[in-house]
């Protein structure tokens, strides 16, 4: 329990919550900025929209089979780190967290393969490979968060897209590896980036020992951990699974061109992941504070109000500059990048509310609206998908997450009450106007003009409350 008094209290914690957002945004930015310019560079010398569909299929299905591998190690390790105050507590989370991993990984390896022996699966070898390197380097890039070093996992971010970069040219443009070449860029990116980190921080080194008994703490590390597993798988389908309907429904063709338009969205997203990871850290510490519901009401309306008016001025922008940015046989994808921008804010807010669970280590009840939630996404991708094609599966995605934030909403009143500030309100319903000016066939100048305007109202709509997550000083 914090007993300094909540001004004190709230001044400390936001300037911390503000230079977190920093740490995170030069690593996670950084990497981003990479990815988005691999986009022209992939989709040039790819040049069959069918291929690079399959990778993104492939690449979804790693990202399905990550939490069942790594058995949602990662979540446990930075929630369990956060709490130890000596060498002693570290060392057993840390050795439990690796030995732990090290099993699973290796079962899980022996029976993919076994089952993959007798299906016909392109790049079988390669996703296996990229799944195994993204386990490791999820796991321990929580384990340097929790161990409040927080410039190492920035670090292996930024080396890892640094390396995607340098990798993809030599092998895509250089090799003509084609899909394979974006394999094994990744591939490597990432087991280099650990390996160099690893080298300076030493967490194995420091705190990894095979001679103690770790059995308790796996008990009750897997007993966090496990119960987030359904929950993942089901968030896999919401996020993920809509790749699968449209390869289904309507081909690679459409998959490769809607993969295109979900990297674009990756700026909002990139954004959630940011803000996510400071306030993770920020919120657990304070969920015992006095001042709890204001403070965190005041983060909810500061983080909504931000999604709004990077929603404005992202999308219209993307809009101007899409023809220069994408390959022709790409330009399809425009048409997708407000609706999945609009996924990608609510599903930012949705994970918002997920604090409460993780503050009372109460995992349990993650799941019942997450089971929900993927059979909205199942059956309405099912009804909608057929119909209207890749926008019914836009539909089904704004649907889901729309029921998400229904039920997160009610259920999180049991650890914390918020409140929505009207001007928070009104710059969210000028995110609906905006899709107006990004459907409508205007000249250039007209589309510039539209989106400085709803820009300048949302920010006039800024809750009063929000400049202190930036312009707040401590007293003297």
Not at 117 to 122: G, P
Not at 281 to 297: G, H, K, L, W
């Amino acid at each position: 329990m914090n007993t300094s008094s909540p001004a004190t209290h709230g001044e400390s914690r936001q300037r911390k919550f503000v230079r977190d957002v920093g740490i995170y945004a030069i690593g996670n930015i950084g990497a981003k900025l990479i990815t988005f310019l691999m986009v022209p560079l992939y989709t040039h010398f790819i040049s069959d929209t069918a291929d690079f569909g399959y990778y993104d299929v492939c690449l979804t299905a790693c990202f399905l089979l990550l939490p069942l591998v790594s058995l949602q190690l990662r979540d446990g390790a930075f929630r369990f780190l956060l709490e130890c105050d000596d060498t002693q507590s570290r060392t057993r989370v840390v050795t439990t967290v690796y030995r732990t991993l090290a099993v699973s990984l290796a079962l899980s390896l022996c029976l993919l393969a076994t089952a993959l022996m007798w299906l016909q699966v392109d790049y079988v070898w390669w996703s296996l490979a990229l799944l195994v390197s993204m386990a490791i380097q999820e796991v321990m890039m929580q384990v340097y968060r929790g161990l409040g070093n927080n410039r190492a996992f920035v670090t292996v971010g930024i080396l890892t897209a640094l390396g995607i970069g340098l990798f993809s040219l030599f092998f895509v443009v250089v090799l003509r590896w084609g899909v394979e070449g974006i394999f094994a860029a990744n591939i490597a990116a990432r087991l280099l980036a650990i390996a160099l980190v690893e080298l300076r921080v030493g967490s194995v080194k420091r705190y990894f020992a095979l001679g103690i008994d770790v059995s308790a703490m796996r008990r009750e590390l897997l007993r966090y951990s496990l119960p987030l597993l359904p929950g993942a798988l089901c968030w896999w389908i919401m996020g993920s699974s809509d790749r699968w309907f449209i390869l289904h429904y309507l081909g690679p063709a459409d998959t490769g061109v809607y993969a295109v338009a979900v990297r674009f969205t990756g700026v909002i997203q990139t954004l959630g992941i940011i803000f996510y990871q400071a306030w993770q850290e920020t919120a657990i510490r304070q969920y015992n504070s006095p001042d709890r519901n204001s403070f965190f009401s005041l983060m909810l309306n500061a983080y909504a109000w931000l999604l709004a008016a990077l929603l404005v001025a992202y999308t219209i922008g993307l809009k101007v500059c899409y023809p220069w940015l994408v390959a022709q046989q790409y330009q399809a994808s425009l048409a997708y990048v407000f609706p999945l921008g609009c996924i990608a804010a609510i599903m930012a807010i949705v994970a918002f509310f997920d604090m409460g669970y993780q503050c009372t280590k109460d995992t349990v009840r993650t799941l019942p609206a997450i089971v929900v939630g993927a059979i909205v996404n199942i059956v309405a991708n099912v009804v909608l998908t057929p119909r209207w094609g890749v926008p019914g599966t836009l539909a089904a995605g704004i649907l889901t997450y729309l029921v998400l934030v229904v039920y997160r909403w009610h259920d999180m009143r049991r650890y914390f009450t918020l409140r929505l500030q009207w001007r928070t309100a009104l710059a969210l319903a000028i995110v609906a106007v905006t899709a107006v000016v990004f459907y409508a066939q205007w000249p250039l100048w007209a589309d510039v003009a539209a989106a400085v305007a709803l820009l300048a109202l949302c920010i006039a709509c800024a809750p009063p409350r929000v400049r202190h997550l930036v312009v707040h000083r401590p007293r003297q």
